[in-house]
């Protein structure tokens, strides 16, 4: 049975400058299950329980073992997105091998203005947050126009990597609904422990439907933002019978 070990790579994020947006705003944490390069080899099971998770923040994004689907936690409630594009609710006892998750407490609130597409939307935060802010948790809630997400299917050991397991993935177009993403932007000197970028999950304000966002163009949404300033990673412990996939 895999263990997690007891020890934690605290990882200090300092910021030299912040700009007017984050003057005399308070720290954040991070608590990161595992790393993204060790999802991307195939490493999916972990032992951290949802309810231990759960003590670690309010608000996050992340998997369920056995890369089952995609998970999103806001105000507290986690919820597991499945490959049937349905949102079920997460019992505590399930595991994840790979979870980002904080207390959300915002900064500042901004208004969204209206985006066409992912890259629009990359863009216009670019331009409202200062590039030295480091990581950042983010919540944009309103209106949505179009949302492309998509859910993978459970995988069954061996694991295959992750690239291979995105093949089966299932994609669905959500239209002129309402709802929130949930993410973070990660610096690129994260890079293995994390995805540098952005890297939201999305769910519908009625809770029926979700998951990875592919692409989205909004309508009216306002976008709260956390500095965060320390990361710490709980590490999952080598197995014998896990082989990397190369």
């Not at 091998?97 to 207390?103: C, I, K």
């Not at 304000?205 to 998951?211: F, R």
């Not at 956390?226 to 990673?233: E, G, K, M, P, Q």
Request: aromatic share 10%.
């Amino acid at each position: 049975m895999r263990r997690i070990l007891s020890v934690l790579l605290i990882l200090s994020i300092v910021v030299a400058a912040f700009g007017l947006l984050y003057a005399q705003s308070a720290d954040h944490a991070i608590f990161q299950v595992s790393t993204f390069h060790a999802l991307k080899q195939g490493k999916y099971d972990g032992e951290t329980t949802f309810e231990e998770l759960k003590k670690h923040g309010d608000f996050g994004i992340g998997t369920v073992n056995g890369l089952d689907g995609e998970v999103i936690a806001l105000n507290g409630e986690f919820f597991q997105i499945k490959a049937d594009g349905n949102v079920y609710s997460i019992a505590d006892q399930e595991k994840t091998p790979f979870a980002v998750v904080t207390f959300f407490k915002p900064d500042k609130t901004r208004s969204l203005p209206r985006v066409s597409g992912m890259n629009d939307l990359q863009e216009a935060l670019d331009r409202m947050l200062p590039s030295s802010a480091g990581i950042l948790a983010i919540r944009i809630a309103g209106e949505f126009k179009y949302v492309k997400v998509r859910s993978v299917p459970r995988q069954e050991n061996p694991y295959p990597g992750l690239e291979d397991a995105l093949k089966h993935q299932t994609v669905f177009e959500l239209k002129n609904v309402r709802g929130t993403l949930v993410g973070f932007r990660f610096p690129n000197y994260i890079d293995g422990v994390n995805v540098p970028g952005y890297h939201f999950h999305f769910i519908t304000a009625d809770k029926k439907a979700g998951g990875h966002t592919l692409d989205c163009s909004t309508e009216d949404a306002n976008v709260d933002v956390a500095r965060i300033s320390t990361l710490s990673v709980m590490l999952l412990e080598d197995s014998k019978d896990f082989i990397p996939s190369r």
